[in-house]
């Protein structure tokens, strides 16, 4: 890699894009309403007013309140709002500015808290506004002028680590709130589990994760350290921090450098003490040693009877699938669905659960049904269609499904229906209320978890006769869910101790319950607790993933507390937050509507920069809309070998249901050389197109068909001195292409899909003249042992035999230089496997998660003009790949390969039996 692409690499490398926009990701009947005030737009469906009301109150709050402030900048945002993906999410990003929602939550509620999940949102992505308005300084500011807001993101990426951005913002949900993540114990599951089993990774580790073991990710890691920065430095000391590394200062380590420039005391020493100052509160006397596992997570478990049980398992090695375990042994049921939870019920033989499925063209679109797998012959029955449905679970009698859903308006209810999928009631939740995790009592009664307006929770009792409901748990702040029932004692999972525990009480007593047993004392979590006559079987958190865990009820040492204790909570830390005012109370101001057309700010220039691909250097001005369906290129392009200008225009159009495309470019005195003369040409080319992306993800499978086709003109006109001498030439082509992806999802250590293919098909053909060109491809993903892969493709070019016109794409076998003849097929075979997983490198430059190889053999084949005479290309050898992270940002794989050539290379400097050594850099190495 030379110099000039190396420093294109580190400057644009570190541009987020791991939260993109969706592309044209909603229908062109969708009714866009929008909020405008002073600090944000608001732009939502008309359906979700009431939230967009509430969200945009928040924010007005949040921004008066300002706790912590890291300047006095605030710029105002545009918030996309999205109510029809069942995939729960929220960003902010630069390129263009703007903010979106996914505003349907996940069902684990311990993960994602009490607080209403767009009020979540709403402050956690808030502070990102703030962070991005205030680091635009220093370089960065420069950065924004030279290239844009893809420039300030760059060097803000550049300057601070993205443990900060997300742990501030954590930082801002928890004191700005009587929630947030920073009071929630599962947040800390990771660390508590690392801490309580003695694993005491080294800090590039915690930076940057592992294939091979469970690491927490940078939210609670930023959270940590940000949250004792402020509190043992002050309320002003990220502000200087943050301030001085923006500024570069001391330049390389900048921001580790600034910290101990405030302090005093060397980042490593400050990241300790942060560390310290959690860690002491957990205990690492352990019962017994753990050894470390390949990370597998045991979820839901079900006894069958005394020596059966069933549950969900998933690996970093293998896919989640259900399985029985009985005396015999472990016996898989099948894979599980692709699904946005991992909630199943089980009764009387047959499994309900969730399965995910998306809208064909509309990637904002997306939907999750009810399943039911029946264990003994393993058959599937998807029974709702187009649904947004969680949890589900089965009556006792085995003939309904109680399953809490959404509605247009993304209030919750619950649905009963029956085995093939018809609604037979519908319960709407309190207003501002949310039902989670249903549970059958008996055929008529259930029990539901019903998180409040006021983020309390409360377990309730519901008739389905007469919809009625009765409290068996009084509202309090603690986090409640997961219950389960076994005669009249209903077990659940309850925050109240600063963890995540098991408790039981008895419903047959006086409601609400006062008396209530908790079961467990853990220093991790306790999860999906399920009863056998004396036997509590339950998932406990572990740093090898959800393990279970039994024991004896007669047994255990349970404490009885009262339900007015339990419907307080402790904190998982003893953490001083600050006393911050809830931006969440008194934010129910009403704002004015009105209609946000689709073609609003079509034109939005934002970033503007450089990008070298040799032999040419380009300059290009982008434009994005908010809504993201009107994407635009302004470029011009020098040629170092042509010495040419150029510039051009790029346009993509996605808001109908094909995706339309079209683009002009003129290039100035293009210098082309042969052996007789040196001519000068102008030339102008003109595009348009269409293709239809699909996606028919679905059952075990993700599906992808895109296919389309182009028109192109392009026109040489000679100059100079030799212009009236060559003749012009127009040329007039369309190229039509497929492709079409099946497979598998991947586990954490899949190099590749355990099944899947792909194919290509592509055709280039002359219009005012006789030409064409041909080129398809097949790959086949296959299992091995272990995690290892095997690859098998092949492709076939075909091109005119009088007249080639069309650029050659087609990659000869690896180790030969690549040639052009009329047509060419190869078949590849390849065997991928992992070596080792080293979890190190050179702190903040580059991190090594896993070495891996590849041994291939390719076989190509070459025909004359007149297809008749034909000649071989045959290699065999060997791929070392390292699969790292970059900058503590970037994951990409760096290869060397190393090719035997089995017959002579066509060049002549490539005899048979050359070996031939090369370096594979991925094309994706700069995101777009």
């Known amino acids: ?24 990701g909603f229908p062109p009947s969708t009714k866009w309403r929008q909020i405008q005030t002073d600090t944000a737009r608001i732009i939502f469906d008309g359906a979700v007013d009431s939230l967009a009301q509430n969200v945009a109150a928040i924010i007005h709050r949040a921004n008066r309140i300002n706790p912590n402030p890291l300047g006095d900048k605030i710029r105002r945002i545009n918030i996309v709002m999205h109510k029809n993906t069942t995939l729960a999410n929220g960003y902010v990003a630069l390129g263009p500015f703007r903010s979106e929602y996914y505003l349907i939550p996940g069902s684990n509620i311990f993960e994602f808290g009490n607080t209403p999940w767009w009020q979540t949102l709403a402050v956690h992505e808030y502070r990102h506004v703030h962070q991005f308005s205030n680091f635009n300084k220093g370089p960065s500011r420069v950065a924004s002028v030279l290239f844009g807001q893809e420039g300030q993101a760059a060097f803000n990426a550049l300057s601070i680590p993205n443990w900060f951005f997300e742990g501030d913002a ?21 660390f508590k589990a690392l801490w309580h089993e003695g694993r005491n990774y080294h800090w590039a580790k915690l930076r940057n994760g592992s294939l091979k073991d469970m690491v927490p990710d940078h939210y609670p890691l930023g959270f940590m350290l940000v949250n004792y920065g402020y509190l043992k430095y002050g309320p002003d000391f990220w502000r200087k921090v943050t301030d001085d590394a923006l500024s570069f200062h001391g330049f390389f380590g900048f921001f580790n450098g600034n910290i101990k420039h405030i302090t005093g005391e060397k980042f490593r020493t400050f990241r300790n003490n942060a560390l310290d100052f959690y860690k002491h509160e957990v205990s690492t006397r352990r019962d017994a040693v753990t050894k470390k596992e390949t990370v597998t997570d045991y979820l839901f478990a079900q006894q069958i009877n005394e020596d059966s049980l069933i549950y969900l398992k998933r690996s970093f090695r293998s896919l989640p699938a259900f399985y029985v375990k009985d005396k015999n042994g472990e016996h898989r049921i099948g894979l599980r669905d692709i699904s946005a939870e991992d909630w199943y019920s089980y009764r009387a033989g047959t499994i309900a659960y969730t399965a995910y499925s ?192 039994k024991a004896s009820l007669k047994n255990s040492k349970a404490s009885i507390i009262s339900g007015s204790d339990l419907s307080k909570r402790a904190i998982p830390f003893k953490l001083p937050l600050l006393n911050t005012p809830n931006v969440l109370t008194n ?19 934002h970033s503007w920069r450089p990008d070298y691909t040799d032999p040419e250097i380009t300059y290009s001005l982008y434009s994005d809309n908010i809504l993201n369906t009107f994407s635009n290129e302004i470029f011009y392009r020098y040629n170092i070998n042509e010495t040419s200008h150029g510039v051009g225009f790029n346009s993509y159009y996605g808001g109908l249901f094909p995706v339309l495309n079209a683009g002009v470019s003129y290039t100035f005195d293009r210098t082309v050389k042969t052996t007789s003369l040196t001519y000068t040409l102008n030339q102008f080319e003109a595009r348009a197109g269409y293709n239809i992306p699909l996606n028919f993800s679905r059952g075990k499978m993700y599906k ?5 086709s182009n028109l192109y003109y392009s026109q040489l006109i000679p100059t100079g001195a030799y212009k009236n001498i060559l003749p012009g030439r127009t040329a007039v082509y369309a190229q039509h292409f497929i492709s ?36 398809g491809g097949v790959s086949l993903y296959l299992p091995s042992i272990r995690n290892h892969a095997i690859v098998l493709a092949a492709n076939i070019q075909e091109t005119d035999t009088a007249n080639i016109t069309f650029a050659n794409r087609f990659a000869n076998a690896r180790g030969y230089n690549d040639y052009y003849f009329s047509r060419m097929w190869r078949l590849s075979g390849n065997y991928h496997m992992p070596l080792f997983y080293p979890d190190a490198g050179i702190p903040g430059i580059v991190y090594f998660l896993r070495v891996r190889s590849n041994f291939f053999y390719d076989y190509t084949k070459v025909y004359s003009r007149s297809k008749q005479s034909t000649a071989e290309q045959r290699s065999v050898g060997g791929e070392l790949y390292f699969d790292t992270k970059l900058f503590n940002t970037l994951s990409t794989s760096i290869g060397f390969r190393l090719s035997h050539l089995l017959d002579n290379d066509f060049s002549g400097n490539r005899p048979k039996g050359s070996n031939v050594f090369e370096v594979v850099v991925p094309l994706n190495l700069i995101p777009q």
């Open 170 to 190: 954590v930082e801002s949900e928890t004191i700005e709130t009587s929630q947030g993540r920073g009071r929630a114990p599962s947040f800390f599951n990771g």
């Open 704 to 708: 992808l068909l895109n296919f389309g």
């Open 740 to 775: 079409y992806s099946q497979q598998l999802p991947k586990a954490v250590q899949h190099i590749y899909p355990r099944f899947g293919y792909s194919l290509s098909l592509q055709h280039r053909q002359l219009i005012n003249d006789a030409g064409f060109q041909s080129l």
């Open 358 to 549: 998306t809208s064909a063209r509309w990637s904002l679109m997306n939907y999750s049904d009810v399943v039911l797998l029946d264990v003994a012959s393993g058959e599937e029955k998807r029974i709702t269609s187009k649904g947004k449905y969680f949890t589900p679970d089965i009556s006792p009698d085995g003939n309904r499904i109680l399953a809490t859903a959404y509605t247009d308006s993304l209030t919750s209810e619950l649905r009963l229906l029956n085995r093939e999928g018809v609604v037979e009631k519908r319960i709407a939740a309190p207003a501002g209320g949310l039902f989670l995790h249903p549970r059958f009592i008996n055929n008529d009664e259930f029990v539901v978890a019903l998180r409040g307006a006021a983020s309390t929770m409360s377990l309730q009792r519901g008739s389905l006769a007469n919809g009625k409901f009765q409290t068996v748990l009084a509202a309090g702040t603690a986090t409640v869910g997961y219950p389960f029932v076994q005669g009249a004692k209903l077990y659940f999972v309850s925050s109240q101790s600063g963890n995540d525990d098991l408790y039981e009480l008895d419903l047959s007593e006086k409601l609400p319950v006062q008396k209530i047993r908790q079961l467990t004392f853990g220093q991790t979590g306790a999860y999906f607790p399920n009863v056998l006559g004396d036997t509590v079987l339950w998932s406990q958190f572990t740093s090898n993933g959800y393990r279970l865990q």
């Open 1 to 24: 890699m030379n110099g000039k692409v190396l420093l294109t690499v580190i400057f644009f490398c570190t541009i987020n894009t791991g939260k993109a926009q969706q592309f044209g």
């Open 587 to 605: 934010a129910d101001r009403t704002f004015e509507t009105s209609s946000y057309k689709n073609g609003t700010g079509l034109f939005n220039f």
